[in-house]
């Protein structure tokens, strides 16, 4: 168990009768990027609250970094870094005087506090702004200060809950370079996201839904457990129409394929049998265009197995 920086067995949590997270189980390796990704609602916050021991579980244990949740201390918590996912941060104050004013509540000071303060203004690129009150920051240079002060006490294991809401696509990518950067000085990182493009910079993932965890590993694998062979894609005048009208197909057996979902104004077709699921479309919609899955195809496909497994509901009764 020592290899891992989080190991989960069972983890509940429940609110009056309302099951929010679901006896799950998933480990993190020390120095991994690990993404825990779910939409909106699915227990996400939840998890992370009661592995940083600011929530008890109903039942079920977790350990990080060696220590139960159950009796983390004050020196556990030295030792993790945690950006909420409405992060504060003093907007009168300038970019230097948050990060001062973090640093001190972590018990750092004089050259140590000087020293990690430039660290992070160096890492997050904040040069320009350590004068500036960050009431005058973009969201994106914001986000990077969240980070920078979560990790102001040099911790071994971050959790960063949704750093990139909100954020427009180039900080987002930029804020993933930094996570990167982070990582390769040996941190470790479990970030949550509810896009499930950014699933793809991660070593491994965790999919939470409802409560449940219902994939756990590379992108890799997952993909290939969950949506094996290939994407036939095309682009009929109405998407909707012709989701439907592939999804009776394929019901039928008159379409060899085992997912057709709606990507935009395209429609995805996953089929292990390429030739004949391009010919069939090709005849009715024109050109086709073949790709790998991606990890949100198997997102999909899961979200579809388990809303069929709860009678079609996507809420749990
Ligand atoms: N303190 C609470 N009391 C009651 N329900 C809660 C509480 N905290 C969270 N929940 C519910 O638990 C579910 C999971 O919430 P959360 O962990 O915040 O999801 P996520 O972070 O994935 O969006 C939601 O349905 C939410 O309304
Ligand atoms: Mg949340």
Not at 55 to 67: F, I, R, S
Not at 277 to 299: I, K, N, W
């Amino acid at each position: 168990m020592s290899d891992y920086a989080i190991h989960v067995e069972h983890l509940t949590r429940k609110f009056g009768d309302f099951t929010a997270v679901n006896a799950i189980d998933f480990s993190v390796e020390t120095g991994e990027v690990f993404g825990f990704l779910g939409p909106n609602g699915s227990g996400k916050t939840t998890t992370i609250r009661m592995l940083l021991g600011l929530l008890k579980p109903t039942d079920g244990t977790a350990h990080v970094l060696g220590t139960d949740i159950r009796h983390a201390t004050r020196q556990f918590l030295a030792q993790v870094g945690y950006m909420s996912q409405k992060f504060s941060l003093y907007s009168d104050l300038t970019v230097a005087n948050n990060l001062r004013f973090f640093g001190r509540s972590y018990g750092l000071y004089g050259q140590r506090l000087q020293q990690r303060m430039e660290f992070v203004i160096e890492l997050a690129g904040l040069g320009d702004f350590r004068h500036t009150p960050i009431h005058e920051l973009s969201g994106g240079w914001l986000q990077r200060l969240a980070l920078g002060a979560a990790i102001i006490h040099e911790p071994k294991l971050i959790f960063l809950d949704e750093p990139t809401a909100g954020v427009d696509p180039v900080s987002r990518r930029d804020f993933w370079e930094l996570l990167y950067t982070l990582s390769q000085s040996g941190t470790t990182i479990l970030v949550t996201t509810h896009y499930m493009d950014e699933a793809e910079h991660c070593e491994r993932v965790g999919f939470i839904y409802n409560g449940d965890m219902i994939a756990v590993g590379t992108p890799s694998e997952i993909i290939e457990q969950v949506v094996p062979g290939q994407v036939i894609e095309v682009h009929p005048p109405d998407a909707l129409a012709a989701q439907q009208k592939l999804t009776s197909a394929m019901r039928s057996g008159e379409l060899a394929a085992h997912g057709v979902n709606l990507f935009g104004a395209a429609v995805h077709v996953l089929t292990t049998d390429v030739a004949s699921t391009q010919a069939y479309l090709r005849e009715v919609y024109g050109a086709t265009y073949q790709s790998m899955p991606t990890l949100e195809d198997a997102f999909i496909a899961l979200v579809q197995q388990a809303d069929h497994a709860n009678g079609g509901s996507p809420v749990p009764a």
